[in-house]
């Protein structure tokens, strides 16, 4: 069954259920309820929960437990993973196994507390002094963190080397339907041995030795063999562990290149240019290191343009561009800080790479042109309705005076006509305010001019109908059928007729008093255009986005 | 013929790195005969510290794992955490404890981690050259305190076993030399101790050792205990500064 998680609630959840019964971390947003769940479940299973003095302390302890053979993981954001660095670098030297998350907020420094995905070089390079890898799994929603967290702990104590789970604020923060039951009680994989490395205070014997855990090789030789020995594992993590997506590359001749969050992005900006007939498609890393390198390269066959996307200023691009290797051009679109790009943004750059005229989607924008025919219909339906209403008003005025209970119906016939005016006020009440609602909404483009057109030929049809509708009224007054029964009925029928001009007068000021007010607010915004318009052609471009090549 | 001195099991055979009339030496032995008179030593696990004594896992014939600078106490936090029967200890120098691990000893004697260190203080850096440590003494000159430590410069001696007796986590805490045989005896009694309680579950345990750095203070062997014995013990006083064990008397500790 699945149930709805918020991203770092499923993430510890998915670790405990790998078998994670030691978690040591430190407070950050955006990924505290990872430190908080933890608190809550771990001591239920008997695991341990240790809110340590630093990230620093943190990540030692991670390295202790580790060490001693557990499975173990701590969480942080950029600036605590930024601290976690050294002691990083000392788990990888000494060999031990645990699982890092990092939930990437805006950066440098402090920076904000946004999703981001500005720690990519720092996660794919190693991050912390020497010369390391670590599998960095990047997940692009919730139900996929659960399972790459618990891939994580197997990932780690395979080849004895961190693994990083790296998302971002968004996906820690954002809730989805996971299904927790296939999670639940993970055994380990099969393939994983013994620990008998771990320095858990074991009586030594030939096949467990007296454990030492240690990153200190001070001979340069030994430690040149230390590290050829870590690269022969690198070399099979890149063989064996390397994870992508692919969307719609057969015949792709834009290639999207995008990861985490971003790619859900990328992913309905591709659909939107796929149904116009680009043919883009999307090229998804699910482990950032190693990078999907041959899957890049397969995709040359179709690709005359890559478009990496990122929230960065651009690091993930670089991976794309060596394995591209110059054979084509390599975009970049993306925003920092904090920042989201958003689809419309998106197709934007895809359409410029595919020559294709910008095509405003109405579901990527507001479309401003469509809400103004919507009301003009409108208007055109209650300027009919109106038209109908003082039709049957009128019919029936005129059955009333010539009926034998006259002085009845037509008071009857003045108290409808007079319900139905009502109405018809209301009703061109509320059109002028869907007008003006509509006029007020920030998103007023070019097609302004044509609705305003629209709108002034339903007005135009609203007093023809009136016209029209006045025009009956009046022939049914001036019978002679009616003028015979005038006499009878003279009070009411000046009552009624009365009413009806009071009611219908006070309809029309309010469908004029709001078509005037449309009419205003459509010059103004169509000033601020024009003004918008100029503004525009003298900046050279959109400063929002970083563009390459 | 009959042995009647053996060395301790708990050390391997490799020769210490260790300079002539350094103190380490002796106080490694301590720790291992502690272990091993308990009887906790086979399965202890010890975490080395960055300084003198970082190779103390290639002495101490038990599990090992070396730490980053400072971080010992957050080391064997997570160690003791996964294994809650072993023995756990740490090894570390002044600068490693006091400097650069202020926060993690802090932290892990307020928590009460169950685990025990050994904290020599030789109130100068010796593995990087002879710089000054943050239990340089005032007016002692080092690399970087050529003109002799200048306290309105750079501030005075932390006093990390006085420090730490005020927080409610340690179970033990004490002060002790190895400038002669009659304090390395008490030295010895004193690491027992703690690794006793440790055991017990009683919290937090901690050994300060002062030491001899001969090489870096610029001194022979023989006047390099008696400076410890003349300029370190007025500045450090030994005794016993936290016991939880002991009458209310003992246990407020101080001078001896």
Known sequence: ?549 | MAVVFQKTKLLTDKPFHYCPGCTHGIIHRLVAEALDELAIGETAIGVAPVGCAVFAYDYFNCDMMEAAHGRAPAVATGIKRVCPDKAVFTYQGDGDLASIGTAEIIHAATRGEKITTIFVNNAIYGMTGGQMAPTTLPGQVTTTSPYGRDVNHCGWPVRVSEMLATLNGPAYIERVSVHDVPHIKKAKAAIKKAFQLQMEGKGFTMVEVLSTCPTNWGQTPQEALKWLQDSMIPTYPLGVYKDITAQPAAAEGGAQ
């Open chain 1, 1 to 549: 069954m699945k149930k709805l998680m918020k991203g770092n609630e499923a993430i510890a959840e998915a670790a405990i259920q790998a078998g994670c019964r030691f978690f040591f971390g430190y407070p950050i947003t955006p990924q505290n309820q990872i430190p908080e769940y933890m608190s809550k479940r771990l001591p239920q299973e008997g695991g341990c929960f240790l809110q340590a003095e630093s990230e620093v302390a943190a990540i030692n302890m991670v390295y202790g437990a580790g060490g001693s053979g557990a499975r173990v993981m701590t969480s942080s954001s950029s600036p605590g993973i930024s601290l976690k660095q050294e002691g990083i670098s000392y788990i990888v030297g000494a060999e031990v196994p645990c699982v890092i998350v990092n939930m990437v907020r805006g950066g440098p420094g402090l920076g904000s507390i946004q999703p981001a995905q500005s720690d990519y070089y720092q996660s794919t390079r190693g991050g912390g002094h020497g010369d390391y890898r670590m599998c960095v799994l990047a997940p692009g929603s919730v139900q996929e963190a659960v399972n790459l967290t618990q891939e994580a702990f197997d990932i780690a104590d395979r080849y004895r080397n961190p693994v990083i789970v790296l998302g971002d604020g968004l996906i820690g923060q954002m809730m989805e339907p996971v299904d927790m039951d296939e999670a639940a009680h993970r055994a380990p994989a099969a393939d994983l041995k013994e620990k008998n490395w771990a320095a858990d205070g074991h009586i030594p014997t030939e096949d467990s030795p007296r454990a030492i855990i240690n990153s200190l090789f001070i001979d340069p030789q030994v430690l040149e063999t230390h590290n050829l020995h870590l690269q022969a594992k690198y070399d099979l993590i890149a063989k064996n562990e390397c994870r992508w997506q692919e969307e719609q590359l057969a015949d792709a001749e834009i290639v999207l290149v995008a990861y985490g969050t971003t790619s859900r992005i990328a992913r309905s900006a591709m659909r939107k240019c796929r149904e116009r007939g680009i043919k883009v498609g999307l090229l998804r890393p699910i482990t950032l290191w190693p990078f999907p390198e041959a899957a890049i390269r397969k995709t040359l066959a179709t690709a005359k343009n890559y478009l990496v996307l990122e929230m960065s200023m651009g690091q993930m691009v670089d991976d794309v561009r060596l394995a591209v290797n110059g054979e084509r051009p390599v975009h970049f679109y993306g925003h920092t800080g904090g920042m989201v790009p958003t689809v419309a943004e998106m197709v934007s750059q895809i359409e410029k790479l595919a020559g294709v005229a910008p095509l405003h989607d109405e579901s990527c924008v507001f479309d401003f042109g469509k809400a103004m025919d919507e009301a003009a219909k409108k208007l055109g339906e209650i300027a009919d309705t109106v038209g109908r209403k003082l039709d049957e008003a009128g019919k029936k005025a005129h059955e009333a005076m010539t009926s034998p209970d006259v002085k009845d119906k037509a008071q009857e016939a003045a108290d409808k006509v007079t319900a139905a005016a009502d109405t018809v006020g209301q009703k061109l009440e509320e059109a002028g305010q869907k007008v003006n609602e509509a006029l007020n909404s920030p998103e007023l483009k070019q097609k302004a001019q044509e609705a305003a057109e629209r709108i002034d030929s339903a007005a135009e049809t609203v007093g023809q109908k009136l016209d029209e509708a006045g025009q009956k009224v009046s022939d049914a007054v001036n019978s002679p059928e009616f003028q015979q029964k005038a006499q009878d009925v003279g009070k009411q029928v000046s009552d009624f007729a009365t009413r009806t001009a009071e009611t219908v007068t006070k309809g029309m000021t309010g469908i004029l008093g709001a078509i005037g007010k449309a009419f205003e607010s459509v010059q103004k915004d169509l000033k601020d255009i024009e003004a918008q318009q100029k503004a525009k052609d003298e900046k050279p471009s959109d400063p929002s986005g970083k563009e390459g090549e």
